[in-house]
């Protein structure tokens, strides 16, 4: 059995597990079906644990290797202005179907007055620790509280440069350890060929081992899958799955167009690549990104496909470490739906401006979003807040949140592969559908050994 297949199976007896376990079912006492729950949790946490302790090293390496690979500043501002303008512009358009699919569909006034007072009451004290730990997260981190989006997004950008990049790395800060990995393979092509080569020579080996490291770690995805699928199916109300079908349903529905029609015309046309060999080169990455609702967990199995797609190393390196942190059009198309839901729900008419403003602002938010589970949270109350519309909405549909937040992961992650193939193309190094270096791809025996 190959490993995507593996995978899938997990994937699919993590789903039955997890409906055995639900207390709504009845088959467990409802202690026991917690604990197990929570067993699951804890397992399927450790297979993120161990993709995690990959990140920060690939990331740093990879991109300081593109750099050196790319020996022209000028090109490294080209294909970063490139990739920077595609996510800008996947990223509004991404929000613009949102909103629109939210005015057609209305999902809001699919909500009782009834059902919204027992979801406010039952879900407002989730919903607040969820709000109120990323709020006190982000004002420790910009040094100033209740920032507005934009007022984030600037103070971001201020703090890119790592006073201590050894600190940064150990906090996992994204943007900060690529701009410290920029500026260092910067300097690496400036330095003399025989200075340079030892030191390159050894990233280069620490860049091949890490890409073992991953192999190795993937042979753990199926049972890592599957404890993560049992937690989230064993734990998420039915009752408020059913109550929030039609907001779930259009969110999920946009997220599917996006992700299947507009990248795959964006792959087909643009990146000259059949969608086909795209989806099927990155079915590990999406299953990956499925169960574990993180672009940053996803990352290293994202770097794997986008190179088993024979795109070249430095543009996967820039492409997919910088939009683990600004490409998520995922979250974009979260945000605008659940903006535009909360209004319908609570009886707020949003005028075309407003309209306007809160796909600004998921645009923006989007950028500025952690790539970590559930914090299009965090920046959902700031949008609410810039667009004058109820933040206690949130707890509207806080319950639902950990399954939309798998598939919006799916999107988010897809992107930055599509975005890499596009780049790719308009650089006149197109993806062949097929690896450049066997080294390079060698966790994906799975998905390109039957190529």
């Known amino acids: 059995m190959t490993?995507?297949?593996?995978?899938?199976?997990?994937?699919?007896?993590?789903?039955?597990?997890?409906?055995?376990?639900?207390?709504?079912?009845?088959?467990?006492?409802?202690?026991?079906?917690?604990?197990?729950?929570?067993?699951?949790?804890?397992i399927g946490g450790l297979f993120l644990d161990l993709l995690w302790m990959c990140i920060v090293p690939l990331v740093t390496v990879s991109v300081i290797l593109g750099m050196t690979q790319l020996g022209d500043l000028r090109k490294l501002g080209r294909v970063g202005g490139k990739i920077l303008l595609f996510y800008v512009a996947s990223a509004a358009l991404a929000s613009a179907l949102a909103v629109t699919a939210a005015n057609v569909v209305r999902p809001?006034?699919?909500?009782?007055?009834?059902s919204r007072k027992r979801l406010a009451k039952d879900f407002a004290g989730k919903a607040e620790e969820i709000v109120g730990t990323g709020e006190?997260?982000?004002?420790e981190r910009l040094g100033k509280k209740d920032p507005s989006v934009l007022e984030t997004l600037g103070q971001l950008l201020l703090?890119?440069?790592?006073r201590q990049p050894v600190k940064a790395m150990a906090e996992g800060e994204m943007i900060p350890i690529i701009v410290f990995a920029l500026l260092l393979g910067a300097a690496f092509t400036l330095v003399p060929g025989p200075k340079a080569a030892p030191a390159l020579g050894a990233l280069e080996g620490l860049q091949e081992a890490l890409i073992r490291l991953v192999s190795m770690i993937l042979w753990t995805a199926p049972v890592g899958v599957a404890a993560l699928m049992a937690s989230v199916v064993g734990t998420v109300g039915l009752d408020v799955l059913a109550a929030l079908a039609l907001y779930s349903g259009t969110v999920s529905v946009v997220l599917v167009?996006?992700?299947?029609?507009?990248?795959g015309a964006a792959v087909q046309f643009l990146g000259g690549l059949s969608p086909l060999a795209f989806f099927r080169a990155y079915r590990p990455a999406m299953l990956v990104a499925f169960s574990s609702s993180s672009s940053a967990a996803s990352l290293p199995v994202n770097m794997q496909c986008a190179e088993s797609l024979g795109i070249p190393r430095p543009i996967v390196a820039?492409?997919?470490?910088?939009?683990?942190?600004?490409?998520?059009?995922?979250?974009?198309?979260?945000?605008?739906?659940?903006?535009?839901?909360?209004?319908?729900?609570?009886?707020?008419?949003?005028?075309?401006?407003?309209?306007?403003?809160?796909?600004?602002?998921a645009t923006i938010a989007s950028i500025g979003t952690a790539p970590v589970p559930s914090a299009g949270i965090v920046m959902?109350?700031?949008?609410?807040?810039?667009?004058?519309?109820?933040?206690?909405?949130?707890?509207?549909?806080?319950?639902?949140?950990?399954?939309?937040?798998?598939?919006?992961?799916?999107?988010?992650?897809l992107g930055d592969g599509v975005a890499a193939t596009v780049v790719a193309r308009w650089e006149g190094t197109p993806a062949?559908?097929?690896?450049?270096?066997?080294?390079?791809?060698a966790a994906l025996d799975g998905a390109h050994g039957a190529r």
């Open 380 to 413: 959902l109350a700031m949008i609410l807040q810039g667009a004058g519309l109820p933040a206690e909405g949130i707890a509207l549909i806080v319950g639902v949140d950990r399954v939309l937040d798998m598939l919006r992961t799916v999107v988010n992650v």
């Open 136 to 139: 006190k997260k982000l004002a």
């Open 257 to 263: 167009v996006e992700g299947v029609l507009v990248y």
């Open 159 to 162: 703090k890119a440069v790592p």
């Open 3 to 42: 490993r995507n297949r593996a995978i899938l199976l997990g994937l699919g007896v993590g789903v039955a597990l997890g409906a055995a376990i639900h207390p709504g079912l009845g088959l467990l006492a409802p202690g026991t079906g917690k604990a197990a729950a929570d067993a699951s949790g804890k």
């Open 108 to 114: 809001g006034h699919a909500i009782s007055a009834e």
């Open 432 to 441: 062949t559908g097929a690896a450049l270096a066997p080294a390079g791809s």
């Open 318 to 361: 820039f492409a997919t470490s910088i939009g683990t942190t600004v490409n998520m059009d995922g979250t974009a198309i979260f945000q605008g739906v659940a903006s535009i839901f909360i209004a319908q729900a609570f009886g707020v008419d949003l005028t075309l401006g407003q309209q306007v403003t809160v796909v600004a602002l």
